[in-house]
Nanobody, 122 residues
Framework: QVQLQESGPGLVKPSQTLSLTCTVS??????????WRWIRQPPGKGQQWIGH???????RYSLSLKSRTTISRDTSKNQFTLQLSSVTPEDTAVYYC??????????????RGQGTQVTVSS
């Protein structure tokens, strides 16, 4: 059974960097052909793909967030992380990590974490 669990601060101040970690169990993040995604859902809005890191370590980001986003991984801990810099209240959302099989179907996944609420407020 593959499980993903998000962790990180629930409250971030404006202009700071949001940092979240996704811990994966039941599968290796270096397994061939999987893409490890970050997706968020702001209150009252639809899902927004943030980016992903592949099994090989390559990354791809949403164009609208690319300048502020870094996704990295720690293979020794089987974790991948999201850093979003210079946050504003518009970055308030539930953040999910997920596993996908297709690089280009950015909202496709077979397993997803339960999500973590992040609020940007002073």
């Amino acid at each position: 059974q593959v499980q993903l669990q998000e962790s990180g601060p629930g409250l971030v101040k404006p202009s700071q960097t949001l940092s979240l970690t996704c811990t994966v169990s039941g599968a290796s993040i270096t397994n061939n052909s999987y893409y490890w995604r970050w997706i968020r859902q702001p209150p009252g809005k639809g899902q927004q793909w943030i980016g992903h890191i592949s099994y090989s370590g390559s990354t791809r980001y949403s164009l609208s967030l690319k300048s502020r986003t870094t996704i990295s991984r720690d293979t020794s801990k089987n974790q991948f992380t999201l850093q979003l810099s210079s946050v504003t209240p518009e970055d308030t959302a539930v953040y999910y990590c997920a596993r996908g099989r297709n690089e280009w179907s950015i909202y496709e996944y077979d397993y997803r974490g339960q999500g973590t609420q992040v609020t940007v407020s002073s």
